[in-house]
């Protein structure tokens, strides 16, 4: 009787350790077949490789700061150019530290996000991006005939504007105030009909601070020195003859035209360099609007709608929908 007593109580933990294995092994196998399970051992696999990877670039790339030859030569360079000698192994050594310096604040700065939301950093991106499409552009060399067929097109832009050649006598406010028009009304009289170089205009006349006589003047550089009332003016007199006075910042003057060379467009020979120049940033501004277009392809712009307009209430005041 005790035999098998012992044999039976030797039997009952195995008997539950098969209740349990045949409880959970289909489980198990189910839930192996299924597509979630499978999802969630492939993201937890993924999410451990990339967890592994970035502790491996924080514990070297991130904190390495690697001199390249061309790095330490543009330290030289720039030290020559400024100083015109050559570093001592010291100041070298301090130029590299300087470099150092800088590129630590930079890693450190973009880890705490001082770059979003910072306008100058924005500008600064968009200008590098607006000259890399430019270097686009500039790879091209055009030849004579391409910059020939576009100054046909853009000669307008080399027309070469009217220009005078002039002397001058001076009545300025500052001697004469309210009486310098009638001054030189006054002195025009007497010298109407006279030669260019009259020692009588000169004597009725005040000095000028800057020139009597101009040559080859074009329009915007007497508005300049003169203002745009007298470089209006001057245009509409005749050549060889004192006439006027015509109004400037300074006071009246009284005018004889000795030239006045029509303006004209010019050959091609005579701007192929500035026409070369303008094509170049023609170029440049057609590369950059390509490439933005491309780029702006891409995004979806998102803007908040109008607020509801207030409608009248029946006493005739606004009230809101």
């Given amino acids: 009787m005790s035999l098998s007593i012992a044999t039976l109580d030797d039997t009952q933990p195995k008997t539950k350790n098969r209740g349990l294995r045949g409880h959970f092994v289909p ?12 999802f969630l051992i ?42 015109h000698k050559q570093p001592t192994p010291e100041e070298f050594r301090g130029l590299v530290e300087s470099f150092v310096r800088q ?8 880890a705490m996000g001082l770059d979003k939301d910072d306008t100058i950093v924005k500008r600064r991106m968009v200008q590098k991006m607006e000259f890399l499409s430019e270097d686009v552009a500039s790879a091209h060399e055009p030849s004579t005939d391409e910059l020939k067929a576009w100054y046909a097109n853009n000669s307008q832009k080399f027309e070469l504007a009217d ?15 309210q009486n310098a028009q009638a001054d030189a009304l006054a002195a025009l009289n007497k010298i109407a009909g006279k030669p260019e170089d009259i020692p009588l205009g000169k004597k009725m006349a005040d000095p000028f601070m800057f020139q009597d006589y101009y040559g080859d003047r074009a329009p915007d550089q007497l508005a300049k020195e003169f203002g745009p009332t007298f ?22 003057h009284l005018v004889w035209i000795e030239s006045i060379t029509p303006g004209r467009i010019p050959a091609f020979e005579e701007v192929e360099p500035d026409v070369k120049t303008a094509w170049l940033a023609d170029q440049k501004a057609i590369e950059w609007q390509k490439a933005y277009a491309k780029m702006r392809e891409k995004y979806e712009v998102l803007t908040p709608q109008p607020p509801p307009e207030a409608t009248p209430s029946k006493n005739g005041s606004a009230s809101a929908p």
């Fill in 163 to 177: 220009r005078a050649t002039f002397r001058h006598l001076f009545f300025g406010f500052d001697r004469r105030g």
């Fill in 27 to 38: 489980i198990l196998r189910k839930a192996v077949r299924e597509p979630l399970v499978h």
């Fill in 103 to 110: 590129e630590v604040l930079y890693r450190e700065g973009l």
């Fill in 231 to 252: 470089a209006i003016g001057l245009y509409k007199l005749k050549p060889k003859m004192w006439q006027g006075p015509i109004e400037s910042g300074y006071g009246w």
């Fill in 42 to 83: 492939i993201g937890l696999a993924l999410f451990g490789l990339y967890s592994w990877i970035e502790r491996g670039r924080a514990s070297t790339g991130n904190y390495q700061i690697a001199l390249t030859l061309d790095d330490l030569r543009q330290l030289d360079m720039s030290f020559v150019s400024q100083w």
